[in-house]
């Protein structure tokens, strides 16, 4: 299969790339890969590459409290952003790009090219 998969984290509160974001790639529970954001906010390599491609759904886990603290954009012991996961299918053999968009209190995403 050609398919793979990138993801990058914009810091949408100070307008800036998202560096040093560890984020995680799940399919069906089991952990795939693990990457830590660069300097631009994305991974060094595709999360996902074709080697190990298949359609399917999987599970990207933003690990985004804790570089939110380390940022220090947020305190205390409850944020209100910690892990988020965001579901979802790759349903061709193409390349799929899943950013997001990070706030202390919100967050967005989309399919990117």
Known sequence: MAGYLTTHVLDTARGMPAAGL??????????LAERVTNADGRTD???LGQDAFQIGSYELVFH????LRAQRLVSGDVLF??????????????????PLLLSPYGYSTYRGS
Do not use: K, M, Y
Request: net charge negative; hydrophobic share 40%; no cysteine.
């Open 22 to 31: 560890r984020v995680e790639l799940f399919r069906n529970g089991t952990r």
């Open 45 to 47: 390599t595709p999360i």
């Open 64 to 67: 985004a409290g804790d570089w």
């Open 81 to 98: 952003l910690d892990q988020i996961p965001l579901r979802f299918g790759l349903s061709e053999d193409a390349h799929f790009h899943v």
